[in-house]
C-alpha cells in the first residue's frame, strides 16, 4: 500500500485554469505538508496542516488554496493558473511525536508535475 | 528561520569509490533532527539517513554513514562502494525537535553523478 498518496502524477493545463491536485496518506500522520519543487530542484515548504489546522502558510498566493477535510487528506486547489505555477507539487506527512521513536521523518508522495501552457 | 547550506550543486564519483557531500545548518536550538533525503531520476523523494541532535555517534545505513559535527553545524553524508544506483539529488534537511509548526527545512541540494 503507498503511504502516500497524491492525483494526477502529471497536469497538463491552459493558463487561467482551476484544478486540484488530491492527497491522501494512510500512515495516521498528524501532520500533512504541500512542498513546491521548481525547475532548479529547490524544495519549498507551502503550507503545512496538523489534525485539518492550517499551521504554515508561507507566502504563497491566495489563488493556491489547501482543504484538509480529515487528517488522512490535504488536498491542493490552484484558481487562475500562471506560467510561473508549473512545477513539481509534493504532499507529505510526518508524526507530530517528538519523542526519541525515531519517527519524525517526512514521508513524501511521489509528485505531481504540473505544466501550465 | 533556520537555514540549510548544500555548497556542492554537483559532485561526481566514480563507481566503487567513495564520496562525501556537505551540509551546514543555522539554528540557536540544542535538540533538532537532520535529515539526508535522495531524489533520482523518478523524483521520489527517499529517506537515506537520519540523525538526532542529542546522540553523539554517527547514524550509518550500510553504505551511507554521517559525520555529525554538532559545534560545527555540519552534517555531511559519505557514500562508500558508489554504485550507478546512488545518481541522484541529496538534499539535506532540518527539522527542530520542539517548534510547534513542525516544519523541515531543506537545502538546495547536490547532484551526484556516478561514473561508471
Known amino acids: 500500500d503507498t503511504a502516500v498518496s497524491q492525483t494526477p502524477k502529471y497536469l497538463v493545463t491552459q493558463m487561467g485554469n482551476d484544478k486540484s491536485i488530491k492527497c491522501e496518506q494512510n500512515l495516521g500522520h498528524d501532520t500533512m505538508y504541500w512542498y513546491k519543487q521548481d525547475s532548479k530542484k529547490f524544495l519549498k515548504i507551502m503550507f503545512s496542516?496538523?489534525?485539518?489546522?492550517?499551521?504554515i502558510n508561507e507566502t504563497v498566493p491566495n489563488r493556491f488554496s489547501p482543504k484538509s477535510p480529515d487528517k488522512a487528506h490535504l488536498n491542493l486547489h490552484i484558481n487562475s493558473l500562471e506560467l510561473g505555477d508549473s512545477a513539481v507539487y509534493f504532499c507529505a506527512s510526518s508524526p507530530r511525536d517528538r519523542g526519541n521513536s525515531g519517527a519524525n521523518v517526512l514521508t513524501f508522495g511521489a509528485g505531481s508535475r504540473l505544466t501550465v501552457l | 528561520a533556520q537555514t540549510v547550506t548544500q555548497s556542492q550543486p554537483e559532485m561526481s564519483v566514480q563507481e566503487a569509490e567513495t564520496v562525501t557531500l556537505s551540509c551546514t545548518y543555522d539554528t540557536s536550538e540544542s535538540d533538532y533532527y537532520l535529515f539526508w533525503y535522495k531524489q533520482p531520476p523518478s523524483r521520489q523523494m527517499i529517506l537515506v539517513i537520519r540523525?538526532?541532535?542529542?546522540?553523539?555517534q554517527n547514524a550509518t545505513e550500510n553504505r551511507f554513514s554521517v559525520n555529525f559535527q554538532k559545534a560545527a553545524k555540519s552534517f555531511s553524508l559519505k557514500i562508500s562502494d558508489s554504485q550507478l544506483g546512488d545518481a541522484a539529488m541529496y538534499f539535506c534537511?532540518?527539522?527542530?525537535?520542539?517548534?510547534?509548526?513542525?516544519?523541515?527545512?531543506f537545502g538546495t541540494g547536490t547532484s551526484l553523478t556516478v561514473i561508471p
Open positions: 534537511a532540518y527539522r527542530s525537535a520542539w517548534n510547534t509548526g513542525n516544519q523541515f527545512y
Open positions: 540523525q538526532e541532535a542529542y546522540k553523539q
Open positions: 496542516y496538523n489534525n485539518k489546522e492550517l499551521i
